[in-house]
């Protein structure tokens, strides 16, 4: 039988480029698409089926900043598929973000200059607004929808007998100073990126810890600085091109600049060949290039306290409850 992959964020970037290099590690794969925009999804299935025409590729339509679209999008999913070998988490926001110049040109200058260019750390804050849903769009979007995703195909992801992968792309930025418990969707902070990314973080172990017996293991990976439409929104493309040529120098010191997307999705690849018991659930998996371009996975041990782990689950189980309620109630009006 086929194995399934469903890729959140599938239509451009990292994800796009994930798709391509699944199907050339194995063209028997059904890809799933779960994208917005039917339109970009199209284009790219059929670009996809030219180049791997022994591939399976269906698209469903999902918004993970929308409760609703995710349970609409995961019920015709499991009409589709019996059961899910892969859920790359990948789609995600960093909207209005500023370049913080001072922060910048200080570090350039400093001894944290290789940690600042590793982790974009204190470099960008990001403008948030509040979805349909009331929530702040960076977390509904990067990890509350995902969560409700996930928790809707838990009986096609939980099998014992033969395990499946959550994996997530989160970020080197991920902070635990930027996350706090009593304000998990960081709505007093300007740094909702890095904090939905440590959110991510929490609730990877934590799903490992009350998942991993019924037969279903989850992993973090960074894509390291890559040039996407996320990363063209924080600079205009006339200043990317201007740094281009000094950010291909630095990267024979930072090896976080993978910069292509194709080069992103290396640790995304690595994990879809990992047996998932084998893994650290408190390890982050790192896409990193050479200087001379040759690709790799690094480990990073994560800052994660097991408990605030726990903790944040539980919260976002409570905020699950109260979102299937109101969704009852606007389906009985309607
Ligand atoms: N680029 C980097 O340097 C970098 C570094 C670390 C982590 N990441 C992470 O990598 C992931 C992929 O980002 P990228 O760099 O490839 O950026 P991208 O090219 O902007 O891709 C983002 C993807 O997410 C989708 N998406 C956004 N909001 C969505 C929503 N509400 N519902 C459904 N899909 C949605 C986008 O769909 P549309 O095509 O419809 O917009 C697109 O397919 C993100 O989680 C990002 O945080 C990126």
């Known amino acids: 039988m ?7 964020g599938a239509s451009s970037g990292i994800g796009l480029a994930l798709c391509g290099r699944l199907l050339a590690e194995d063209d028997e794969l059904h ?83 290789i940690h600042m260019f590793t982790t974009a750390d204190g ?23 995902h969560f409700i995703l996930i928790r809707e195909l838990e009986p096609l992801l939980c099998h014992t007998d033969n395990p ?7 970020s080197r930025n991920a902070k635990k100073s930027n996350f706090s418990l009593e304000d998990i969707q960081h709505t007093k902070g300007q740094e909702p990126y890095s904090s939905s990314k440590y959110a991510t973080d929490l609730l990877n172990v ?4 009350n998942f991993n017996e019924k037969g279903l293991y989850s992993s973090v990976m960074c894509p390291g600085t890559v040039m996407t439409n996320l990363t063209y929104g924080i600079l205009p493309p006339f200043v990317w091109t201007l740094l281009l040529p000094i950010i291909w120098l630095v990267r024979f010191f930072v090896n976080a600049f ?21 893994l650290n659930p408190l390890t982050k998996y790192l896409s990193a290039t050479t200087g001379f371009g040759t690709n790799y996975v690094k480990h990073q041990k994560m800052d994660i306290d097991e408990d605030t782990a726990e ?13 299937r309620i109101t969704i009852a109630k606007s389906d009985r009006a309607i």
């Open 2 to 8: 086929r194995k399934v992959a469903l890729i959140t």
């Open 31 to 113: 890809l799933c698409l779960a994208c917005r925009n039917l339109g970009k999804a199209e284009a790219v299935r059929e670009a996809l089926l030219a180049s791997h025409p022994s591939a399976e590729v269906s698209i469903v339509q999902m918004d993970v900043s929308s409760v609703l679209s995710v349970v609409q999008g995961a019920k015709q999913v499991k009409q589709k598929f019996q059961r899910l070998d892969y859920l790359y988490l990948n789609a995600g926001i960093m909207p209005n973000p500023q370049l913080n110049i001072k922060a910048f040109f200080f570090g350039i200058f400093s001894r944290n200059m």
């Open 123 to 145: 470099l960008l804050t990001q403008n948030d607004k509040v979805t349909s849903d009331g929530f702040q769009e960076v977390f509904e979007t990067n990890l509350f929808g």
């Open 164 to 170: 499946s992968q959550l994996i997530w792309t989160s």
């Open 206 to 209: 934590a799903l490992n810890r």
């Open 258 to 278: 993978t910069l292509t997307p194709y080069n992103g999705a290396e640790a995304l690849v690595w994990l879809f060949h990992q047996k998932p018991e084998s």
């Open 311 to 323: 903790k944040f689950y539980q919260t976002l189980l409570e905020l699950e409850k109260r979102v």
